[in-house]
């Protein structure tokens, strides 16, 4: 069973300040996906990484694949109350359809 | 931007009631999933489905679930008799293409009673 581990699952910081959410895994996986999702509602998706080392930017977002394809990162830089919510990190399983995904880190940015 | 429609938002059922949740994937979309989302869990993959049959399910997905695109446009799941464990949020999603993202929809709310 592949697993994806997101630390931390809470993470609560003033505007103006960075901060790094991790996706890890034993497992080596196709892609990754980071998703965001509002209460009562479905993911979004932010980004999608299918090659090992591979870096995405959005905006103030930067997102990179881990060079063994087993691990996955996201930075946001200066930080907004607007980028509150949840993120979830996603698995594309090797020679599967399914995704596999985190269990979510709630970040709360204070104004 | 083109969406994911699902319908109802909201189901409550009695347990032991079938139930049919309704999806309107993206047009130029080619694979269909179906996953669920207790209240506080992770959100766990049902079953996908492409050129018209189901291409993979996981084991949740047993006898008492189905699948089927009757109609080109709309993607059902159908529980045949509901149990309380059923009680999730259920999302629908399409892609175009293996290595793209999804796009969710809104989900519904099932509610076993």
């Known amino acids: 069973t592949q697993l994806l581990e997101q630390s931390p699952q809470f993470l609560s910081i003033q505007e103006g300040e960075n901060l790094t959410v991790y996706c890890n895994s034993s497992?080596?996986?196709?892609?990754l996906q980071w998703y965001r999702q509002e209460p009562g509602e479905g993911p979004v998706l932010l980004v999608t990484?299918?090659?090992?080392?591979e870096v995405k930017k959005l905006k103030r977002l930067t997102f990179q694949f881990g060079d063994a394809r087993k691990d996955s990162s996201l930075h946001i830089t200066a930080a907004q109350p607007g980028d509150t919510g949840l993120y979830l990190c996603a698995g594309g399983v090797q020679g599967a359809q399914k995704l596999v995904f985190g269990q979510g880190t709630r970040l709360t940015i204070n104004p | 931007e083109p969406e994911v429609t699902q319908t109802p938002s909201h189901q409550v059922t009695q347990m032991g009631q079938e139930v049919i949740l309704r999806c309107v994937p993206i047009?130029?979309?080619?694979?269909f999933y179906w996953y669920r989302q207790i209240l506080g869990q992770k959100v766990e993959f049902l079953v996908s489905f492409y050129n018209n049959e189901i291409s993979e399910k996981s084991e949740i997905f047993d006898d008492q679930f189905s699948v089927e695109r009757p109609d080109g446009s709309n993607f059902t799941l159908k529980i045949r008799s509901t149990k309380l464990e059923d009680s999730a949020m259920y999302f629908c999603?399409?892609?175009?293409?293996?290595?793209?993202?999804?796009?969710f929809g809104s989900g519904t709310r099932l509610t076993v009673v």
């Open positions: 999603a399409s892609r175009t293409g293996q290595f793209y993202g999804y796009t």
């Open positions: 497992s080596v996986f196709s892609s």
């Open positions: 047009s130029n979309h080619l694979y």
């Open positions: 990484v299918v090659t090992g080392g």
